[in-house]
């Protein structure tokens, strides 16, 4: 009787301590992160949704730097029976924004997608970069960054990140409903994707 009471609570110890550990886990992560590059960028990925906020937001600065990039849009939503890549490049193009290049990865329906299926996209046609620009919402760019930097460390490519506007006051966003709704989400998003990880290493190289 003894060891069955030790052992429920060397359990229920255990369980809180897990709990504990993932409790400070998600409320220290720093889910918003500005990287820059030591040269301009010879690619900028602009992730998918943001409604326009985050094509909005790269446009002119793929227009400042001297030597234009190629442009990479991903997502795989459709809008107004149309994928979402398309009407973000006719966005930005609508914008008069000024790219070596344009790509649409309209198959990505995560941020592990969105890395993944740029990585393999990059190798089925041959372009090599060597420096690479993620651009996304504030709020996006710390988890955008972390899985970027985990499927890209294979390669020799410098990644940055920067946050386009997001409408969230970062330095007071729990004191209005709505946007602590937001960043708690992403908070237990960033946490998951933490988790699954170290459950399936391999869905970086997916």
Not at 105 to 132: E, G, N, P, V
Request: glycine share 6%.
């Amino acid at each position: 009787m003894l060891k069955t009471i030790q052992g429920s609570i060397q359990r229920i110890l255990l369980l809180f301590g897990l709990f504990l550990v993932l409790l400070i886990l998600f409320l220290s992560q720093d889910i918003t992160k500005e990287i820059g590059l030591s040269t301009p960028p010879d690619a900028v990925v602009i992730l998918g949704g943001g409604h326009g906020l985050r094509v909005k937001g790269a446009v002119p600065l793929i227009n400042y730097f001297p030597v234009k990039p190629m442009v990479f849009f991903t997502g795989g939503d459709l809008m107004f029976g149309k994928k979402t890549t398309s009407l973000m490049t006719d966005y930005a193009l609508s914008l008069n924004m000024k790219a070596m290049a344009t790509h649409a990865i309209d198959s990505s329906m995560s941020t592990f997608d969105d890395a993944t299926h740029l990585k393999r996209y990059l190798a089925d046609h041959t372009i090599q970069i060597k420096r690479l620009l993620v651009v996304t919402s504030k709020y996006r760019t710390g988890r955008s960054y972390w899985v970027f930097q985990h499927v890209f460390s294979d390669q020799d490519i410098e990644i940055g990140i920067i946050g386009t506007n997001d409408y969230i006051d970062h330095e007071r966003w729990w004191f209005d409903y709505h946007m602590s709704e937001i960043i708690l989400i992403e908070k237990a998003r960033f946490l998951f994707y933490r988790l699954v990880s170290i459950i399936n290493p391999s869905i970086m190289n997916t």
